[in-house]
């Protein structure tokens, strides 16, 4: 059964500098979605992406955040100068389309700020 | 906005009984989608069921069934015959069906599930 991928599970890195995250959605799937979950907290939403553009944003997802589907396949998300609160689980999901269909989840990236 | 609200931060079952756990939700929207998602410790998170607003009928996955009241404003998730890999976070989840742009699951702050064996 096809699922979304992500990398890596854990990045760990100093503040101030700048991080990758990587996702594989599901091949025919045409939204992109990222979300993130500080710990003990609830899931929140990021941004969703459709034909290489933004389609919505949280106010959370600030300048300091980017994204990008480089190739075909890949979809990232980038922190440019990562902050202690940036900690947090970071998810990816897509779904075939936007309202109707379900998203599903990658198994996420552990984000830990020093 | 809309909100979502999970009032049991925890819930414990015996195994093989059944739980319920509560879910309600503000919205003023006519036409949406409900969400049970699980997160086991492994964090990823995993689509147990959903309903969609304009359907009457209660959504139901083997063990796993909704009782959705849309008056009310509420969608219990009710799983039977608890087993031990239940165990997990289970979040309630709402997204608009009407709304252009709005296809962003919105999530309540999740009930921790455990199984006693």
């Known amino acids: 059964e096809p699922e979304v991928t992500q990398t890596p599970s854990h990045q760990v890195t100093q503040m101030g500098q700048e991080v990758i995250l990587r996702c594989v959605p599901i091949?025919?799937?045409?939204?992109f979605y990222w979300y993130r979950q500080i710990l003990g907290q609830k899931v929140e939403f990021l941004v969703s992406?459709?034909?290489?553009?933004?389609?919505?944003k949280s106010e959370i997802f600030d300048d300091q955040f980017s994204v990008e589907r480089p190739d075909g396949s890949n979809f990232t998300l980038k922190i440019r100068s990562t902050k202690l609160e940036d900690s947090a689980m970071y998810f990816c999901?897509?779904?075939?389309?936007?309202?109707?269909?379900?998203?599903?989840f990658g198994p996420g990236t552990r984000l830990t700020v020093l | 906005a809309q909100t979502v609200t999970q009032s049991q931060p925890e819930m414990s079952v015996q195994e093989a009984e059944t739980v319920t756990l509560s879910c309600t939700y503000d919205?003023?929207?006519?036409?949406?989608?409900l969400f049970w998602y699980k997160q086991p410790p492994s964090r990823q998170m995993i689509l147990v069921i959903r309903?969609?607003?304009?359907?009457?009928q209660n959504a139901t996955e083997n063990r796993f069934s909704v009782n959705f009241q849309k008056a009310a404003k509420s969608f219990s998730l009710k799983i039977s015959d608890s087993q031990l890999g239940d165990a997990a976070m289970y979040f309630c989840?709402?997204?608009?069906?009407?709304?252009?742009?709005?296809?962003?699951?919105?999530f309540g702050k999740g009930t921790k599930l455990s199984v006693k064996p």
């Open positions: 992406f459709y034909n290489n553009e933004i389609s919505e």
């Open positions: 919205t003023s929207e006519s036409d949406y989608y």
């Open positions: 999901a897509s779904s075939v389309r936007k309202n109707v269909d379900t998203q599903y």
């Open positions: 989840a709402y997204r608009s069906a009407v709304r252009p742009g709005q296809g962003n699951l919105i």
């Open positions: 309903q969609e607003a304009y359907k009457q």
């Open positions: 091949s025919n799937h045409l939204y």
